[in-house]
């Protein structure tokens, strides 16, 4: 049966959540830090990052930014504090921060950033990994995502949705030869739509808003893996 999305948001709103994000001066962050905004689910988002984000001429009364160090979370634990749900879009690429630097950021910061929301209250988690994640995968990039998918679930959130979206297409300042390509391959269709290997980062941020009122519904799972097609079908409002 199908769900009634506004009345969802609805009660959610009487909840009275916050939120934490992090990784929202990414491409991905910023997005989904627009859809939240957008629609006004939490009492408190906070934004834990390297630095504070500069949002020119908006008055966001609800938003609270954490400064911290990544290479020493465990001095700002006080951040990860009193959340309900938790988004962590962090990532970076080999190509950009060595193989070493990679692991770090993807695997270790995400990781101990997942321990210390969790021990600071946090029930639902909405992980942002990569179509094709796998611990077993002979490529770095799949194969950590994969691990952290593994790790983070044996850490028994109430929730845990994990996102495996394909070619994330958006216009980057900082270009990334996949994207470019696909961007290439798949035509202007891509910019607006989803194709079964590409999806506009717009509709993967409103699809993780869309599925954050979902879990509260009782029968669903304790995990949760969206795979490409399921996060291009929940952003267009096909939710059950």
């Known amino acids: 049966m199908a769900v009634d999305m506004k009345t969802l948001e609805e009660e959610f709103k009487q909840q009275n959540k916050s939120c934490l994000l992090l990784g929202a001066s990414g491409e991905t962050g910023k997005q989904l830090l627009a859809e939240l905004l957008e629609r006004n ?50 990532g970076t690429t080999k190509a950009k921060a060595g193989a070493d630097g990679f692991f770090r950021v993807d695997h270790d910061f995400i990781v101990k950033s997942a321990e210390l929301s969790k021990s600071g ?13 796998d611990s077993k995968s002979s490529f770095l990039y799949l194969k950590v995502k994969g691990q952290v998918e593994a790790e983070i679930e044996e ?5 845990l949705a994990v996102y495996r979206p394909g070619v994330l297409l958006v ?9 470019w390509m696909a961007r290439k391959f798949f035509g202007a269709l891509t ?10 980062i717009e509709s993967v941020g ?26 291009a079908s929940l ?5 059950k």
Not at 155 to 159: A, H, P, Q, S, V
Not at 191 to 200: D, E, G, L, N, R
């Open 41 to 90: 689910i939490f009492s408190k988002i906070t934004l834990i990052g390297r630095r504070k984000l500069a949002f020119e001429g908006k008055e966001l009364e609800n938003l609270v930014q954490e400064v911290v160090d990544f290479e020493k979370l465990d001095d700002f634990a006080a951040a990860f504090q009193g959340h309900d749900v938790a988004y962590c879009c962090l």
């Open 121 to 133: 209250g946090c029930s639902q988690f909405h992980l942002m990994s990569s179509r094709g994640a």
């Open 155 to 159: 850490m028994g959130f109430n929730r």
């Open 171 to 179: 216009d980057r300042q900082e270009s990334r030869p996949a994207e």
């Open 191 to 200: 910019s607006v739509c989803s194709t079964p290997m590409a999806i506009p």
């Open 206 to 231: 409103r699809a993780m808003v869309s599925n954050t009122l979902l879990l509260q519904q009782p029968e669903k799972k304790a995990t949760e893996i969206l795979e490409h097609k399921d996060i």
């Open 235 to 239: 952003a267009k409002g096909n939710a």
